[in-house]
């Protein structure tokens, strides 16, 4: 197996595991659509790379159009693929449309695609070098390589190197119902330090519980930090040891939510590796004020990817004269003019490989 490299000389700062799908995304046409890659770990392994951090994909990518369309865009992102291997089943798709409040929802075509037909030889490769790994979404509990995806972070959970991070990104349609949701979702609470989910998310899975009840059986499992998204109205964040908080939301034009979510994990890890907080020990002993700024940038993140077509978060810039855990403000990001994020797709950026073969 060829590990990553980088200009730093070591792996990957981050790992995503899960699916990278095709969102045929809803037109003002009826009947138009347009295709975009997409799958929740897809989009924060974009959004970790577009704020400057090592990023490595592991998503089973098939090997027709669709799949060749999510490896030249990742690869075009910097995001080092030697971990993703070529998947003989179909690309799964996901038919996007939108309310007239630009909230999106999901119809899945799934059955016999990549994403989910994952071998243990193949979870296995997770990269030396990697600090932080992060999984979640519709891979992380739907069989049968949701059993592999698991093993692979509760081995890297006990290893107690790594610091593990999912996000449940709940799909009632997929899911079937909260009796059966919660288990696979503790279950993979049990695995991670920080677990993210939204207010749907956790409505859902516990219907009229408050959630400062969910956050705290999620922290009695194991995890250390929980945040609870919530909208407009910010974030709510649940520490084992720096206690409970909450951020306010910020006022944007919304373009739609696509990818919201995915930006705002991408934002609050992003955060979490600036300030050095990114080691089981070092987020056990984080201290409030640490915590809240890094709710605040992933807030910030997530907001700006409201202002932008699809799941499409913002790219920052060098911040060369400041320091590294300083608080992200908006001049710290590209400008946009609201249409979807454009990249050289001939060039392959220095330090990226492609998958080599997994032995049987």
């Not at 050095?276 to 915590?291: E, K, Y």
């Not at 490989?353 to 032995?359: D, K, L, R, S």
């Amino acid at each position: 197996m060829t590990e990553a490299t980088h200009g730093t000389g070591r792996g990957p700062a981050v790992t995503v595991i899960g699916e990278a799908l095709v969102d045929m995304v809803q037109l003002e046409t009826p009947g138009d659509y347009r295709a975009h890659p997409g799958g929740s770990p897809f989009n924060v392994a974009v959004g970790l790379a577009r704020l400057g951090h090592h990023t490595a994909l592991m998503a089973r990518l098939a090997d027709n159009a669709f799949g060749r369309m999510l490896r030249a865009h990742a690869v075009a992102e910097g995001i080092d693929l030697a971990f993703s291997p070529y998947a003989a089943e179909p690309t799964t798709l996901a038919v996007v449309s939108m309310d007239p409040q630009r909230r999106a929802s999901y119809d899945f075509y799934l059955d016999g695609t990549a994403d989910w037909q994952w071998t243990e030889a193949e979870t296995a490769r997770v990269p030396a070098g990697t600090d932080v790994l992060h999984f979640g979404s519709v891979a992380s509990w739907t069989p049968p390589g949701d059993e592999h995806i698991h093993a692979a972070a509760e081995r890297l959970r006990a290893d107690g190197r790594t610091l593990i991070s999912y996000d449940p990104n709940i799909r009632p349609a997929l899911l079937g119902d909260a009796q059966r949701g919660r288990p696979v979702v503790e279950r993979s609470v049990g695995a991670a330090h920080i677990v993210k989910a939204s207010r749907e998310d956790v409505e859902w899975l516990y219907p009229d519980a408050p959630i400062e009840r969910i956050a705290a059986r999620w922290l009695d499992l194991g995890a250390l930090l929980v945040v609870i998204t919530d909208g407009p109205d910010g974030a709510h964040a649940f520490h084992a040891g720096a206690g409970s908080f909450s951020r306010a939301g910020r006022k944007v034009a919304v373009v739609d939510t696509v990818g919201a979510g995915d930006a705002f994990t991408a934002g609050l890890l992003g955060a979490l590796l600036r300030s050095g907080l990114h080691t089981p020990h070092s987020l056990a002993a984080a201290a409030a004020a640490s915590l809240a700024a890094a709710v605040d940038d992933a807030v910030l993140v997530s907001a700006l990817t409201c202002e932008r077509m699809g799941a499409d978060p913002p790219t920052a810039l060098p911040r060369p004269d400041r320091p590294a855990d300083a608080p992200l403000t908006p001049d710290d990001f590209a400008r946009t003019d609201n249409t979807a994020h454009t990249v050289d797709r001939d060039r392959t950026p220095d330090g990226v490989q492609t998958p080599e073969p997994i032995g049987s």
